[in-house]
């Protein structure tokens, strides 16, 4: 997504917590929440954004009311805990692009105290910033987890389509069934 050269860039912190409980299988990490996600204090909040629709068609549900709550209770029935890798950074909305001075989330505590074996990123930013800045907190911690990086639901990404994306995301309902009831 281009910027606006007037465009300006913000300091931003995360605002919410992960979602995730002790039965947590995989932990599926943004960036950092759009503006639309942090009004709402919640992730994949912005009306196009497929990433809902997307974890519905891989559990055969109908998708979850748009209501945080709701949402929560769907990923955390359905075993997946949620996050990004970001706990502040400087953006211009919700361009990962414009991404500078990312500090990340500390992802050690919940990933020890759950059942996470598997971590996946959503776009090509948090991949880069999770390989960056998280891996290796998490190798001095003694945390050896997989990561899989996946494509982003966003309405920017309009290549991929939601039947594209489901596909791509199917490792998830993989990596959640191998470690526990799907």
Known sequence: MAMHPSSPLLH???????????????????????????????????????????????FDEPTPAAEPEARREFALDHRFALWDVIAECDIVGASDSSIRNAVPNDLAP?????????????????????????????????????????????????????PDLTAAYQVVVEAITRTGRA
């Open 110 to 162: 919940i990933i020890r105290a759950s059942r996470i074996a598997h971590v996946f990123t959503t776009g090509g930013k948090a991949a880069q910033l999770y390989r960056r800045l998280c891996a290796p907190h998490l190798a001095s911690a003694g945390i050896d987890v997989p990561m899989t990086p996946l494509p982003s639901t966003s309405p920017a990404n309009a290549r991929m389509r939601l």
């Open 12 to 58: 931003v912190t995360h605002g919410f917590g992960p979602v995730w409980d002790a039965d947590s299988r995989v932990l599926i990490l943004g960036s950092m929440p759009s503006p639309k996600s942090r009004e709402a204090s919640f992730y994949y909040m912005h009306p196009q954004n497929r990433f809902w629709p997307v974890m519905a068609a891989l």
